[in-house]
């Protein structure tokens, strides 16, 4: 039989698991720039419970790209930000480059879609803001160990400029035209008013 003291355990789990509202409209993170740029804004405001994939993620790079670090060298969790300007504000864009070693950034995804274009948006962006000139995507899943290496590409990086200043101006309440995945699958098609206003149409 559960005991009422047995629940605080429960609810510390909720709470670790459990993310915050934020207000912050200074900072956009590169990871909120790889997917629709709605999904970022509508997860700030509401607050969000941690993904599976997220956690594991989380988990794993604890336990795994810190001892890959000690066996061939780099640095991990290389912070990365840069200000942008544009039309309506401005603000800074930032993130952390889970492997720095050499020439590279190594981006480590845990994950069952070893080949992910998001991916590669988020580490050529790490490697573009760090002057380096390539980068590697270390896709790890259940199966196998996937890798790929690019060279920087200045082009998709200002894509994700691109959509990093469309989440910026959507916190800012400011209308932008964006292009999203298929919003019958997204988690938060219940509280975005894109989608909503997609099915009075
Ligand atoms: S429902 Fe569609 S437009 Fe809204 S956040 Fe999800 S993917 Fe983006």
Request: net charge neutral; with cysteine; aromatic share 8%.
């Amino acid at each position: 039989m559960v005991r009422a003291s047995d629940i605080r355990i429960r609810e510390l789990v909720d709470e670790m698991l459990y993310r915050e509202p934020s207000d912050d409209r200074d900072t956009v993170y590169v990871t909120d720039c790889v997917d629709c740029p709605m999904k970022s804004v509508l997860k700030r405001r509401n607050g969000h419970r941690v993904t599976r994939e997220m956690l594991y993620g989380t988990v794993m790079h604890d336990v795994i790209v810190s001892r890959i670090a000690e066996k061939v060298g780099g640095e991990t969790e290389v912070p990365v930000s840069v200000r942008v300007v544009h039309e309506d504000g401005q603000f800074t864009l930032s993130g952390r480059a889970d492997l720095v070693r050499g020439d590279t950034v190594y981006e480590f995804k845990f994950t069952e879609k070893p080949v992910d274009r998001r991916y590669l948006l988020q580490a050529n962006a790490y490697a573009v803001l760090l002057g380096l000139p390539r980068y590697c995507i270390v896709a790890v899943t259940s199966r196998k160990t996937y890798l790929y290496c690019r060279d920087v590409d200045e082009e998709m990086y200002g894509e994700l400029i691109e959509n990093a200043i469309k989440v910026h101006k959507l916190l800012n309440n400011v209308k932008v035209n964006f292009s999203h995945g298929d919003c019958r699958k997204c988690e938060y098609k219940n509280v975005c008013p894109v989608h909503r206003q997609s099915r009075l149409l």
